[in-house]
Structure formats: structure tokens, C-alpha cells
């Protein structure tokens, strides 16, 4: 049997990127997936489509309240439920440097997006999970939110610590009530938003000295592990950081 069979599943920032290869993943393991994204998502349904999946595009600016409300009313009126919400959608801004250098309008810019999405997303889709029983959240941090960034990039890092310590709270207030709460902490994954950031050789390869296993992750990658938290195997598991980083966090020094 499919892994999410019968689950509907809202993945934001899923027109490209992460987002379209966990769709993809989780339209195969029987989910039916409400692509949602600020940019038209179609091509990621049609794809679904063709490969006999189900899915819907919903246009969704994670930062308005009013989007989140009309992206889980499409959800129940196309699909029936909401048993997954997998805040994906995110971003790291080129000139996201150090305090002093970093201007207030990408940091505010950051937060708004990373983290106030995540928040909005939880606050509408956790009452429809609340009157189901049940519901797996799975919101997107870093492994920077447990170690500093070698590259700075100060608001990208506050905003993924922030995310992490909210779903840990999200976990403990609703562990009782069938709503399971999980962060999912990609290493650094070679997506299009990471190769406009790491925009020359030197700042790859800044990143690269630092993983013992010598390369950027697969998108597919980080997607399995979404898959795992999304679905039942992970039953017993609420508030917890799921770590997938080629190791980065594992080492003290990693040589030249």
C-alpha cells in the first residue's frame, strides 16, 4: 500500500524547487497534493497528472491571511481534508550578509516569508486537522537553525532558528489532540534558489569544505525525509528536528 494513501497533503512552494520534487514523491505514494505557490503551479500538476497522480494548483502568498484561508477552503472542497501541511516555501536573499551589512528590509523580508508563513499556515490548517483528529505538520528550518551559517547570512539563520523553536511549541500544545509537529533541517540541497545565493566558486566551495560527505544534497533526498515524517512511520514522533545534511553537524573541523 502507498505510503500516504487516502491523505490530502498542502505543500507551499511547490511550483519549483524542493516543493515540485516533494509533490511529485508524494502524489506517487498516493497523496492527493494541493500545490500551492505565489507563482503558477501547473506545470508541477500536469506533471502529477501524467504520472496518474492527483493533484490541484492553489495561488497562495504565505505571508497573507487571507490567501491561507482560501488555500485550506481548496483544499477541503477539491479533496476532503487536510492531513498534511508541509510549510516548504521560503527564501534566501542575495544581499543576506552579516548585522551590519544585512539591511532591514531583507531581514524583515526573510521573517515575513520563512517564518510568519509558517506561522499563518499552522493557524489555518490546525483547526480543520483539530476536527479531523489528526494531522502531520512538517515545516521547513535549516541546520543552520542549530549551528552558525560558514557563509553569514544573519536573517536567513534567525529566521529558520525561529521556525524550529515554533514547532517544537506547536508539537508540545497539541500532542494530545492527534496533530503531530516536526521540523525538517536540510543541509545545503543544489536547488535554483541555493545557486543564485552561492552565485560564484569561492562561495560553493566555502560551503562544500564544510560537509564530510564532499557534496550538496539531491532535492529527492530531503524529500524522502519529508515523505518519512508525512506518513505514519513516523507515528510516534512529535517536536523533533530531522536532520539531513551530509553530516555538517556531525563534525568539528572538516579539512581543506
Same mark, same amino acid.
Given at each position: +500500500?502507498?505510503?500516504?494513501?487516502?491523505? @490530502?497533503?498542502?505543500?507551499?512552494?511547490?511550483?519549483?524547487?524542493?516543493?515540485?520534487?516533494?509533490?511529485?514523491?508524494?502524489?506517487?505514494?498516493?497523496?492527493?497534493?494541493?500545490?500551492?505557490?505565489?507563482?503558477?503551479?501547473?506545470?508541477?500538476?500536469?506533471?502529477?497528472?501524467?504520472?496518474?497522480?492527483?493533484?490541484? #494548483?492553489? /495561488? %497562495?502568498?504565505?505571508?497573507?491571511?487571507? !490567501? =491561507?484561508?482560501? $488555500?485550506?477552503?481548496?483544499?477541503?472542497?477539491? #479533496?476532503?481534508?487536510?492531513?498534511?501541511?508541509?510549510?516548504?516555501?521560503?527564501? +534566501?536573499?542575495?544581499?543576506?550578509?552579516?548585522?551590519?551589512? $544585512?539591511?532591514?528590509?531583507?531581514? /524583515?523580508?526573510?521573517?515575513?516569508?520563512?517564518?510568519?508563513?509558517?506561522?499563518?499556515?499552522?493557524?489555518?490548517?490546525?483547526?480543520?486537522?483539530?476536527?479531523?483528529?489528526?494531522? !502531520?505538520?512538517?515545516?521547513?528550518?535549516? *541546520?543552520?537553525?542549530?549551528?552558525?551559517?560558514?557563509?553569514?547570512?544573519?536573517?536567513?539563520?534567525?529566521?529558520?532558528?525561529?521556525?524550529?523553536?515554533?514547532?517544537?511549541?506547536?508539537?508540545?500544545?497539541?500532542?494530545?489532540?492527534?496533530?503531530?509537529?516536526?521540523?525538517? %533541517?536540510?543541509?545545503?540541497?543544489?536547488?535554483?534558489?541555493?545557486?543564485? *545565493?552561492?552565485?560564484?566558486?569561492?562561495?560553493?566551495?566555502?560551503?562544500?569544505?564544510?560537509?564530510?560527505?564532499?557534496? *550538496?544534497?539531491?532535492?529527492?533526498?530531503?524529500?524522502?525525509?519529508?515523505? *518519512?515524517?508525512?506518513?505514519?512511520?513516523? !507515528? =510516534?514522533? @512529535?517536536?523533533?528536528?530531522?536532520?539531513?545534511?551530509?553530516?555538517?553537524?556531525?563534525?568539528?573541523?572538516?579539512?581543506?
Amino acid at each position: +500500500m502507498a505510503r500516504l494513501q487516502g491523505k @490530502t497533503t498542502i505543500i507551499t512552494g511547490a511550483a519549483s524547487g524542493l516543493g515540485r520534487v516533494a509533490a511529485q514523491m508524494f502524489a506517487l505514494e498516493g497523496s492527493r497534493v494541493v500545490v500551492a505557490d505565489v507563482v503558477d503551479g501547473n506545470e508541477t500538476v500536469d506533471e502529477i497528472n501524467r504520472l496518474g497522480g492527483q493533484a490541484a #494548483f492553489v /495561488q %497562495c502568498d504565505v505571508t497573507n491571511e487571507e !490567501s =491561507w484561508k482560501h $488555500t485550506i477552503d481548496f483544499a477541503i472542497k477539491n #479533496f476532503g481534508s487536510v492531513d498534511v501541511l508541509y510549510n516548504n516555501a521560503g527564501v +534566501m536573499i542575495g544581499d543576506d550578509d552579516d548585522p551590519v551589512s $544585512t539591511s532591514v528590509d531583507t531581514y /524583515q523580508r526573510t521573517m515575513d516569508i520563512n517564518v510568519k508563513g509558517v506561522l499563518l499556515g499552522c493557524k489555518y490548517a490546525i483547526p480543520t486537522m483539530l476536527e479531523q483528529g489528526k494531522g !502531520s505538520i512538517i515545516n521547513v528550518a535549516s *541546520f543552520v537553525a542549530h549551528m552558525g551559517a560558514a557563509t553569514p547570512q544573519v536573517a536567513y539563520t534567525a529566521s529558520k532558528g525561529a521556525v524550529l523553536a515554533m514547532t517544537r511549541e506547536i508539537a508540545v500544545i497539541y500532542a494530545r489532540k492527534g496533530i503531530r509537529a516536526n521540523a525538517l %533541517c536540510p543541509g545545503p540541497v543544489m536547488t535554483p534558489l541555493l545557486a543564485a *545565493f552561492l552565485s560564484d566558486d569561492a562561495k560553493r566551495n566555502r560551503r562544500l569544505v564544510h560537509i564530510p560527505m564532499g557534496r *550538496f544534497g539531491e532535492p529527492t533526498e530531503i524529500a524522502h525525509g519529508a515523505l *518519512f515524517l508525512a506518513s505514519d512511520e513516523s !507515528s =510516534w514522533m @512529535t517536536g523533533q528536528s530531522l536532520i539531513i545534511d551530509g553530516g555538517i553537524t556531525a563534525a568539528y573541523v572538516t579539512p581543506e
